[in-house]
């Protein structure tokens, strides 16, 4: 263990951290260069949270060798913030006025940093080496897998590793940031919250009754975790507002637990957890997680029938927000949405698209005209989708004689290397497709998955949102009626 915390401070150390006093300027720069970056992200964007718990948006343009230079000015406070592109997760960082950093990652697979140098780099060797270690672990994704005793004592090592980290980049005050107590403050905090959503999303997927649900949840937290949950201080904390949009869940949970029959209809769970947030939640954290709520429901829209509901029931909600501006987004988002859906009503022609297959050969909507097709959406990364796999190849072995109908499986929002194994590990059958240039979530609206479209012979949409195969009478009454006509 010695050995791994001297390797770590040789990491810490590395660069040149001779601080000079905090410049008196408002203003932060981050600069650097990111590797790997997708060629249709021509902006990095930074996101963080004001003292006055505003979010607050700022964006630089990537040149053509992936790096960037983003000046955001009169920031007044230290804050935690995320760097992040449209089709690449977060990379967590700290920013301060007069911080000038300079920042060297990669955006492939798992985006990480590797490199961190300049005025305000110190606090951010955190992220540097927590991200270094956590990332030569067993991948979390699939924590909900294991075993009690097993998820407990993934959970405590990780937490160790985020403390030992924390304790080390932290404790030699000779190198000490005017920030450093905000940050380490702000730190415990994150891993605090980290904990928790990690313990609910897990119950969240297990089959544990009532009972040993808040039990398992309040022994493992601890009997004050939930004092204050609301403080509005909390805020400031990126870990706090993610744990806060699964809170409701484990809520709904413990609900679905004592009266089944809440839980029978799965068509307004949307509704439904509003209106949990609503009740349950209090402050700020629940205009925000309200408003969250209804904007990823209208991203994730479905179906103009879907869309009525919401226009019937978000007014309620709505009406206790109290930002103009998250208002209008919302009207916005409506207008965009149906905007979306118009394209793909049933009798309306099959969006095109070009997608690859393992081996890089391109395929067309085109090549398959004439047929009856079912496309199903999914990703390596989505569980349910994953899940109709075993379904879908039965229908798919059902009508394997009969070259009247196709099924496509394309992959959306992933990562190539990791499709490529999910198919092997699934035993696919039928046409396998990667979304190489994003044609297809673009055209397909493909942000909610699984999913899956029916398309005619004449390459018109039958039905955009289709019955998953494990509804495997009702989807195949639908294709018997298409392949007879």
């Not at 415990?188 to 999303?201: G, M, Q």
């Not at 916005?332 to 949405?337: A, G, K, L, P, S």
């Amino acid at each position: 263990m010695k050995r791994k915390y001297l390797i770590l401070l040789a990491l810490i150390f590395s660069c040149d951290f001779l601080f000079a006093q905090t410049p008196t300027q408002k203003a932060c720069v981050l600069q650097g260069k990111l590797d790997h970056v997708n060629s249709k992200d021509k902006f990095i964007y930074l996101n963080f949270v004001d003292a006055d718990n505003k979010h607050i948006k700022d964006s630089a343009k990537f040149e053509p060798n992936g790096s960037f230079n983003l000046y955001v000015a009169n920031i007044g406070t230290p804050n935690e913030a995320e760097l992040y592109t449209h089709r690449s997760r977060a990379i967590d960082i700290f920013i301060a006025p007069g911080y000038n950093i300079t920042l060297i990652g990669d955006q492939q697979n798992y985006p990480i940093l590797s490199n961190i140098t300049g005025y305000g780099s110190k606090p951010n060797r955190y992220f540097v080496i927590r991200d270094s270690i956590l990332s030569q672990r067993k991948p979390s994704d699939n924590f909900w897998k294991l075993n009690e005793n097993d998820f407990l004592a993934f959970l405590n090592t990780r937490k160790k590793i985020c403390d030992s980290v924390a304790h080390i980049v932290f404790g030699d005050e000779s190198y000490y940031d005017l920030n450093s107590k905000f940050f380490l403050k702000n730190i415990a905090a994150n891993i605090k919250f980290e904990h928790a959503h990690t313990i609910v999303d897990y119950v969240h997927s297990q089959k544990f009754d009532y009972k040993k649900t808040i039990a398992f949840v309040n022994n493992n937290l601890g009997k004050d975790f939930f004092n204050n949950l609301f403080d509005e201080n909390n805020l400031a904390y990126s870990e706090y507002r993610n744990f806060m949009s699964v809170y409701y869940l484990y809520l709904e949970d413990l609900d679905c637990l004592k009266e089944p029959t809440l839980c029978n209809n799965k068509n307004d769970y949307n509704i439904k957890s509003l209106e949990k947030i609503s009740t349950a939640y209090h402050g700020k954290i629940r205009e925000k997680t309200l408003y969250e709520k209804m904007a990823d429901a209208l991203g994730n829209c479905r179906s103009y029938p879907e869309l009525n509901m919401y226009r019937d029931a978000f007014p309620k909600y709505i009406a206790m927000l109290t930002e103009d501006d998250e208002k209008s987004n919302l009207n916005e988002y409506f207008v965009d949405t149906e905007k979306a859906l118009s394209k793909t009503q049933a009798g309306k022609p099959a969006p095109d698209f070009t997608a690859v297959d393992s081996l890089s050969k391109t395929f067309s909507l085109a090549d398959f005209k004439g047929k009856v097709i079912l496309i199903d959406l999914w990703a390596s990364w989505c569980a349910p989708c994953r899940a109709e796999t075993p379904f879908l190849k039965k229908i798919e072995e059902k009508y394997q004689s009969d070259n009247r109908i196709s099924f496509i499986s394309i992959a959306v929002s992933d990562v190539e290397k990791n499709w490529k194994t999910a198919m092997v590990q699934d035993k696919v059958t039928g046409i396998q497709l990667f979304d190489k240039n994003r044609s297809v979530i673009t055209g397909y609206s493909a942000y909610s998955i699984p999913k899956f479209v029916l398309i005619n012979k004449e390459g018109k949409i039958v039905v955009f949102d289709a019955p998953p195969p494990h509804q495997t009478a009702e989807l195949e009454k639908l294709l018997d009626e298409e392949i007879a006509k």
